[in-house]
């Protein structure tokens, strides 16, 4: 058969592939991958590192690289044909996966080497690789009794069912309503582009006026701008109440059915706590860890917080004598107070920002660093005619990283920003296989009269996903698995948050930042107007995320399985971090699908914990130079090359030379 995903290739060969091929394909190399464990375990030779750790590590080279393939295109330029194969390819995988981790002559094999271990001296990447392997199967049950084994799949089926309906309740909830409105005058204060969306959205529904929904590009604008207050309050407290209402989509038995389980598990497999099997993979190691982090920080915003809440309240009473401040007041009354002060709009600073000039500047500080070098490239094939494609070499020319640039929305693509790869780093036979990495978004596109003209958020999240690519490009490792973003989750933030910083430093803007018709360098006052502006309300910012964390915390660090009421346990978590008024009929935790649908569970604390890596790492860039040669040389070497081939915070101290300092981010915020 001529499938070209189940011959030999190198870049991905896009023009040939027809969604016809992904099915039979993967499907051919989910057996191949299968043939290839079953000779590690059929070897009759003792097992060891190489027989059974690099061998495992090796299979499966073929069907990464169709499946990496399927999944981005699925992602950035899918259609209703590989929406529908999705449904088809996904359980295949987790099947074949599931059977993996249920295999006990592999699990025998691994756990002779694993438990052999202090007898050998392997290096650190060795370890790490090891550990992991082990870890997979151990924190699956691979060690518990037949029985518990047992109770493990029950668990865990009753599990994802849960988060499932949990999500289901809450995208239930969030459609069942909406703000009908009819009266023009009811739209004071809103956008034209979001009284625009809001008419579309009623002539779809087969209605006249305007219709405002829970969906966050609805809602959010509408409690930013609108001047009602009666209709903030009205749609912010039904928002707040998704699943708390009584009815059939209510999840408050879900959530105390969910950490029951959670905590179940998690005893089942030996740990104290779900928090404490979730953070044996984190850097932050332990929930007592996670909370010390999170106290310290929270006694260093409070009091900038409280300030900042005084200040709105005084503004919001001195604008429109609101006595007291509500919920569906905050983002109302820090707007116009963010007006007010900075007078500072998108419009303002897009022309500065020409996508083509942020490019060049994000090259030019990649080369300042790390002396990289792109080159575009018109020979190599691609998805959609839009796609840019880079050669990206080292100082010395040496071929370092194929680089896909995907900037502007289109139908088929999802929405957001991310990095991702088409194939990963590794060295194998001793040949350095080097990565092939993208970097996919949903920037302005041009007009016919104008360039993609960016808005500052644009910049830094571009800023950000490739700081992410830096991560992949960079690699250096023995191992695919480890290679690259392949690291503990509160840690791969690292290389993009850092990069964003560059993007508020004059040095680096007067590189890029210049208007797009005059060529004049954006004005000093415009970058002061931005750094001021990135800062606002920091305190009540930090205060917020930190209520969201430690609410996460409390419902994974202990027993919560004799919490009877859900409410009253969250008012409880929010105690200390608590600045408006509470509103009884609200709950939170019952619509909270991070931590109860999403994978964030005992991971909330890990935005803030990220920040401070970022911060505490690039005020080191500031005391030395943001292009100092020797502090991105340690950063190259110690970090972005590195992966997850070391513990992180090992790797970070190499690096900083100490532990990350959670005042570095106090500092940078204005809040110490
Ligand atoms: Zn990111």
């Not at 300042?368 to 100082?395: C, P, W």
């Amino acid at each position: 058969m001529n499938n070209p995903l189940l011959q030999e290739f190198d870049i991905a060969p896009f023009s040939k592939i027809e969604s016809t091929h992904y099915l039979p394909a993967i499907k051919q190399l989910i057996k191949d991958t299968k043939a290839e464990i079953d000779k590690i375990t059929s070897n009759p030779k003792e097992p060891n590192f190489k027989n059974t750790i690099v061998a495992l590590e090796n299979t499966g080279d073929r069907l990464d690289r169709a499946t990496s393939i399927f999944f981005n295109l699925n992602s950035a330029e899918t259609n209703d044909e590989l929406q529908k194969l999705a449904q088809d390819i996904s359980p295949l995988l987790s099947d074949f996966k599931n059977d993996l981790l249920l295999n006990e002559q592999l699990f025998g094999r691994i756990k002779t080497v694993f438990d052999d271990r202090k007898n050998k001296s392997y290096n650190s990447e060795e370890s790490m690789l090891l550990e992991k392997q082990y870890k997979s199967f151990s924190r699956n049950g691979a060690n518990l009794s037949e029985a518990n084994k047992k109770t493990l799949r029950k668990v865990d089926a009753d599990l994802s069912k849960l988060s499932l309906t949990f999500g289901e309740n809450i995208l239930a909830e969030t459609n069942a309503y909406e703000l009908h409105i009819t009266n023009e005058k009811d739209l004071s204060g809103l956008p034209d582009g979001v009284i625009e969306a809001a008419a579309q959205t009623a002539e779809e529904k087969g209605k006249s006026g305007w219709i405002f929904t829970l969906d966050y590009p609805s809602y959010v604008p509408f409690m930013t701008y609108c001047d009602k207050r009666e209709l903030r309050r009205k749609l912010s407290v039904v928002f707040g109440a998704r699943c708390f209402n009584d009815n059939k989509f209510d999840n408050k038995e879900n959530v105390l059915r969910i950490v029951e389980l959670r905590h179940q598990r998690a005893k089942l497999l030996g740990y104290k706590s779900h928090a404490h099997f979730v953070l044996e993979e984190r850097m932050a190691e332990k929930p007592e860890k996670v909370k010390l982090f999170l106290i310290n920080l929270l006694e260093k915003a409070k009091p900038a917080a409280d300030l900042e809440f005084k200040e709105l309240e005084k503004f919001a009473k001195r604008k429109d004598k609101i006595d007291r401040l509500e919920k569906w007041d905050g983002s109302y009354y820090a707007e116009k107070l963010k007006q007010e002060r900075f007078d500072l709009d998108d419009e303002k600073l897009k022309p500065y920002f020409e996508l083509k000039n942020v490019i060049d500047g994000v090259f030019t500080i990649a080369k300042k660093l790390y002396g990289l070098q792109f080159s575009e490239k018109n020979d190599i094939e691609k998805y959609h005619k839009d796609v840019k494609t880079y050669e990206v070499t080292d100082a010395e020319g040496n071929f370092l990283s194929l680089f896909y640039a995907d900037f502007h929305p289109r139908a088929g693509k999802r929405a957001g920003a991310w990095m991702t790869s088409y194939k990963s780093q590794q060295i194998i036979n001793g040949n350095n296989d080097r990565p092939h990495v993208s970097i996919v978004c949903n920037f302005t596109k041009p007009t016919t009269t104008k360039p993609s003209l960016l808005t500052f958020n644009e910049v830094t999240t571009l800023f950000h996903e490739f700081g992410h690519a830096l991560h992949g490009m960079l690699a250096n490792t023995t191992y695919k698995g480890l290679s690259g973003t392949n690291v503990y989750w509160d840690f791969v933030e690292l290389p993009s948050q850092i990069f964003e910083n560059w993007c508020y430093e004059d040095e680096a803007l007067a590189l890029f930042a210049k208007h797009y018709e005059t060529g004049e360098t954006i004005p000093m006052e415009l970058v002061k107007k931005i750094k001021k502006s990135a800062n606002f309300h920091e305190g009540m910012q930090t205060l917020r995320q930190l209520s969201f964390a430690m609410l996460d915390m409390a419902w994974h660090s202990s027993n919560t399985s004799i919490i009877k009421d859900v409410k009253a346990f969250e008012k409880g978590a929010f105690a200390i971090t608590k600045q408006y008024p509470d509103v009884p009929e609200n709950c939170m935790s019952t619509s909270f699908a991070h931590i109860f649908q999403g994978g964030y569970s005992a991971g909330y604390y890990s935005y803030k914990w990220a920040e401070v890596l970022d911060a505490d790492a690039f005020a080191y860039f500031k005391e030395r130079g943001i292009f100092n040669k020797d502090v991105a040389n340690s950063f190259k070497d110690n970090i972005l090359s590195k992966g997850g081939t070391e513990d992180p915070m090992e790797l970070y101290k190499k690096f900083r030379g100490k532990e990350p300092d959670p005042d570095a981010l106090l500092e940078r915020a204005g809040l110490i």
